[in-house]
């Protein structure tokens, strides 16, 4: 039952006809009143239509004639329907209808001190004597002489009965509207949690490992649709997280396994030489021995330098992380762009001496004022002219600018090689983690160098755009705000 109670359907069915219920009942009551209110005053003004008449007949007449006109009407009425009385201000009757239905029902002798002290007539409803008795009566009083006072009552009996009549069809089409209520709110409830059921299944596949599935989108173009469309649009996201976590950890172990075998591999060759030494010789005092030693100098060199560039890596990593998580705070200030790519300009350029390619720095003197920090800037700087530098064969250029006029309110820091180009299918994976063309396996690097320059560049408010045709070279444009 607990179950049953928690489902959202079964709730808003509920809620569907208790609502309806409310309303209904509100309704009603709204009506009876307003039945009951209709009917007391036709009542009253049958009463007064007949006291009326009676005090007319009177005045025009005699009482004789009022009296026997008075009884006419109570006996065209019915016995049990209407009564009257005519009595004196000092309580005596003098004449009236059958009572022998009506002798319980006594006379007001409040109505006769209000009749007397100018009141045009007295209503009043009585209730009949008598044990579990819920028949009731109306009464006016009207003075139609100087001391005659006319009593003229009739029973509401059919005003009940049609009121009780009222009572019984309404519960009989409550309980039948109810069902249908029910019906339908059950019907509302589920086609409005059809959405989410398929939100729901979908969760279900993907939480199977099924990645690929997404919510069907329906075309009625309402907040279920809309939030099937975004909720579609954050699984696209996070496929596209997962894919790139798969292919950074598939990178990752490329990238490490090497650097990790060749240090197992010269310490077990250093090692085995080491103990075939030591069972020829006994010592390192002799030409042998001291080989021994180099070697093991040799293999100590080869670890640090190993481990040198796994720290770097892992360094570079973290670096990434922190920058694109905010979680590092950079000390701002103003950095002449221009002055940190031609100091940039100026470390790489026995670099690229020594490779045989043109390190070129134009235009001159441009002064491109950012607020960043410095450090991070030089960092992405050196990154951008190493990757160039890295890809291009002897004899290539490669190509510094600056340009503060390009785009409004930036400065544009544009990085131009000679070299091999990239892929267009690599194109848009250049800047993920670990990434490295197919081509670029056998050069040296971890493929973390654009990771970290784009990530300096967003945070400082900017970006990087690439262009390049394979063969023909690479442009790496960074867009920064000036001050």
């Known amino acids: ?73 109570a006996e065209a009425a019915g016995e049990k329907r209407a009564f009257f009385r005519m009595f004196y201000r000092t309580g005596v009757v003098f004449a009236s209808a059958n009572l022998s239905q009506w002798g319980q029902v006594g006379m007001n002798r409040t109505a006769a001190a209000i009749l007397v002290s100018g009141a045009p007539h007295f209503l009043e409803t009585r209730h009949l004597p008598g044990p579990g008795s819920q028949r009731q009566v109306r009464i006016i009083y009207r003075r139609i002489g100087a001391d005659i ?23 009989t089409v409550m309980v039948v509207l109810l069902a249908g209520a029910m019906a339908v709110g059950a019907f509302m409830a589920r086609r409005a949690m059809s959405g989410v059921e398929k939100i729901a299944r979908t969760a279900r596949r993907i939480t199977q490992n099924d990645l690929d599935a997404r919510v069907p989108v329906g075309r009625r173009g309402d907040e279920i649709d809309e939030l099937a469309v975004t909720i579609n649009q954050m699984l696209d996201r996070i496929q596209s997280l997962v894919a790139n976590i798969r292919r950074m950890n598939d990178n990752i172990a490329h990238d490490l396994r090497s650097p990790i075998t060749r240090i197992r591999g010269l310490a077990e060759v250093t090692l085995a030489r080491a103990h075939a030494g030591q069972r020829k010789q006994g010592n390192v005092s002799t030409p ?39 979680v590092e705070h950079l000390d701002r200030k103003p950095v002449d762009l221009w002055v940190t790519a031609k100091q940039a300009c100026e470390l790489f350029q026995p670099v690229a001496e020594d490779r045989g390619i043109e390190l070129i720095m134009q235009p ?6 950012v607020n960043g920090n410095e450090k991070m800037l030089q960092r992405m700087i050196a990154n951008l002219l190493d990757n160039a530098l890295k890809y291009t064969d002897c004899g290539g250029k490669v190509i510094v600018g600056l340009s503060v006029d390009s ?77």
């Open 364 to 369: 001159e003197n441009v002064a491109g004022i």
């Open 407 to 483: 785009v409004p309110g930036m400065v544009c820091l544009t990085v131009t090689d000679t070299g091999s180009g990239i892929e267009d299918r690599d194109l848009p994976h250049i800047f993920e983690r670990f990434y490295r063309a197919d081509q670029t396996r056998g050069t040296s690097g971890a493929g973390l160098g654009l990771s970290l320059a784009l990530a300096v560049a967003r945070v400082h408010g900017g970006r990087i755009e690439v262009k390049s045709k394979p063969g023909r070279g690479s442009t790496f444009k960074v867009i920064l705000p000036t001050i």
């Open 288 to 326: 042998a021995g001291q080989s021994y030693l180099d070697e093991f100098v040799h293999m100590a060199a080869s670890t640090i330098e190993e481990c040198d560039r796994l720290l770097d890596m892992i360094s570079t990593m973290l670096t990434i992380s922190r920058t694109e998580s905010g």
């Open 149 to 171: 006072i006319l009593q003229w009552g009739v029973s509401l009996d059919e005003e009940f009965a049609l009121l009780a009549s009222f009572k019984r069809v309404f519960l």
């Open 1 to 73: 039952m607990n179950k049953l109670f928690r489902s959202f359907t079964v709730r808003l069915t509920l809620w569907y006809a208790l609502l309806f219920c409310i309303s209904a009942l509100v309704a009603f009551v709204g009506i009876y009143f307003l039945i009951s209110s209709e009917i007391q005053s036709r009542t009253d003004e049958y009463l007064q239509k007949q006291v009326d008449e009676i005090a007319r007949i009177y005045q025009l007449q005699d009482i004789a004639t009022a009296i026997t006109i008075a009884r006419l009407q």
